[in-house]
């Protein structure tokens, strides 16, 4: 289904001619070495992994990344590409302008993955803690008690909002958030640490002053 998307989002472009593989080309396929730029998803990734191919001779590269989650930025960042996709955010111009970018030897990196690789370079902050100091007050509450495991229905009456509003909320936040349900969205957030069990947002790391010599 991703990639019949993929080839009609494609054929919208101008001066783009697309073609699907069915799996991971070898480095002596034709098709690897007549592509300017070629895209995987981070399955593909798992599975060049898992047999042990290369997939250098692919690049430029760019990742496509199905749902901001931890394991998944880890996955699609341990590999050497070029850009990456948010595939929430697959739309033509989205698609053209990482080709581009990628063509013209420049990186295409979103800003939920830039926020990973800062994130991880630096140590000192979840991987989501941008996307939440983000949210409105009202987004936050709405966050906090979800995460709680209140229904639609517990968080309107403990916020005032009306059920609808709720809704209204939720769906915004697993926008955001990339989560195709609130279940994925409360995992990703628990386990990325940036939120706690009770709502609250966790406590940020003390940061250890340098010893000077």
Do not use: W
């Amino acid at each position: 289904m991703i990639r019949r998307g993929l080839l009609s989002l494609m054929a919208s472009l101008p001066d783009v001619t697309a073609q699907a593989m069915a799996r991971l080309p070898c480095r002596e396929d034709p098709a690897s070495k007549e592509a300017d730029v070629s895209l995987v998803s981070t399955s593909a990734l798992v599975t060049g992994e898992r047999t042990g191919r290369s997939l250098d001779h692919l690049r430029p590269l760019i990742v496509i990344v199905p749902a901001a989650d931890p394991h998944l930025f880890e996955t699609a960042t341990r590999h050497p590409a070029d850009g990456y996709l948010m595939q929430a955010e697959l739309s033509a111009p989205a698609l053209q302008d990482a080709i581009a970018q990628v063509r013209q030897g420049r990186l295409a990196v979103p800003d939920t993955v830039a926020a990973y690789l800062l994130g991880r370079s630096r140590g000192d902050e979840p991987v989501l803690l941008p996307q939440l100091q983000r949210l409105s007050s009202r987004g936050a509450e709405v966050l906090s008690l979800l995460v709680t495991g209140a229904s639609n229905k517990e968080i309107a009456h403990s916020t005032g909002m009306s059920v609808h509003g709720v809704k209204r909320h939720v769906s915004a936040l697993l926008g955001q958030f990339h989560s195709p349900s609130r279940v994925h969205l409360v995992s990703l957030l628990l386990q990325s640490g940036a939120i706690r069990a009770d709502g609250l947002p966790a406590a940020p790391t003390p940061k250890v002053p340098a010893q000077r010599p």
